[in-house]
């Protein structure tokens, strides 16, 4: 597999067609995973690690998923492929900067990410568009099922999956969503949604996950503690959660609709018309008005775009995939200039601009 033909492509979490997607972007399940009689991966030198990337080639790509998948070897990437991955939300950014053997077993739809030796020796992925959660635990646990008639996980029979981290301990499962909450962001909402979150202990972090700022608007929404609860009740608890504030953002647009229509009007052409003719502009800056663009098409004040396209766009403007696009490394100044051609490319309707 050629990282690079990526940006040729379109995964499926990123078309819009899934449940509630006009607020809910996707839906993500990871399992941490570690085989027995092997330290964990922080304690392993590099020949452990080596071994564990052959021994699990091999079940890695027979899982029962409907699309082909690949084996890569993350170490053996470039810094900007590596980078690329993260930005598809293939990877982690750790496993994009950690030392040793490592790998990744992709599917051709993207909705498969396998990662090998990341904190743990696997940390199997699932994501699919819009609110799927059942749909995403039902290929994981299948996926996690293949696996293990290959090899044997290290688990307690009193405390669960043994993982590097001692709050995946238990099932190893960290279930999210990620949200594109603009109206509660706009009228500063979004801070007693987040406080009412983490009360019933439940993350919320950005795009990138773990240490990232919610740039563009997106919320991931995560369970924290695995130990001690059922894959069903951390499913059941976000499923119970993620409806309240769909409903909650959906009010508020409708308030701003009715309220101050003009005004949002507004604020919306001016974001869709700097985007399409700015001259130079930062990756900030495009999240922040790709998030108004968004809106305006979900609440019909923008009627030529499709939310598949503003969806790439969120990815497509970030570092690494101008970089490949260009087949060249590029400054800070230069991504701004070559982003602002592909923005004015794209809504102009050409596909792969300068």
């Not at 890695?60 to 993350?74: A, E, G, K």
């Not at 019933?200 to 996950?209: D, K, Q, T």
């Not at 229509?261 to 507004?266: I, T």
């Not at 101008?322 to 982003?339: A, C, D, I, M």
Request: charged share 25%.
């Amino acid at each position: 597999m050629n990282v690079e033909d990526l940006v040729k492509t379109s995964g499926e979490w990123l078309r819009g067609t899934g449940p509630e997607s006009d607020i809910v972007i996707s839906s993500r399940i990871r399992l941490a995973r570690n085989l027995a009689d092997y330290p964990f991966v922080n304690r392993a030198d590099d020949s452990t690690r080596l071994e564990i990337v052959e021994t699990l080639r091999e079940p890695l790509t027979d899982v029962p998923v409907p699309s082909r998948m690949h084996y890569v070897r993350v170490d053996e990437l470039e810094p900007i492929d590596r980078r690329l991955l993260v930005e598809r939300q293939l990877i982690s950014h750790e496993h994009a900067e950690m030392p040793g053997p490592r790998a990744v077993a992709l599917s051709e739809h993207e909705n498969v990410s396998l990662m090998v030796n990341e904190e743990d020796h696997l940390r199997i992925q699932v994501i699919h568009s819009g609110l799927a959660l059942d749909e995403c635990w039902e290929e994981i646990n299948k996926i996690d099922d293949s696996i293990e008639e290959h090899v044997t996980y290290a688990f307690s029979d009193q405390l669960g999956y043994l993982t590097a981290c001692p709050t995946n301990v238990g099932t190893g499962i960290r279930c999210s969503v990620m949200m594109h909450l603009p109206a509660l962001s706009m009228t500063k909402e979004i801070q007693k949604v987040v406080n009412a979150l983490h009360k019933i202990n439940l993350a919320v972090r950005g795009l990138y996950g773990e240490g990232s700022q919610a740039m563009g608007d997106f919320y991931q929404i995560s369970n924290q503690v695995t130990l001690g609860r059922s894959e069903r009740s951390i499913l059941s608890t976000l499923k119970d959660v993620v409806p309240s504030i769909i409903k909650y953002e959906r009010r508020v647009r409708d308030a701003l609709v009715k309220d101050n229509r003009d005004d949002l009007h507004d604020q919306i052409a001016r974001a869709y018309g700097t985007l399409r003719s700015a001259q130079k502009i930062s990756s900030e800056e495009t999240m922040h008005l790709l998030s108004s663009v968004r809106m305006g098409v979900n609440l019909g004040l923008i009627d030529d775009l499709e939310i598949q396209t503003i969806n790439e766009l969120f990815i497509y403007t970030q570092p690494a995939h101008l970089q490949v696009l260009k087949h060249q490394t590029l400054s800070n100044s230069e991504r701004n200039v070559v982003r602002a051609a592909f923005l004015r490319d794209r809504l102009s309707g050409r596909q792969n601009g300068s």
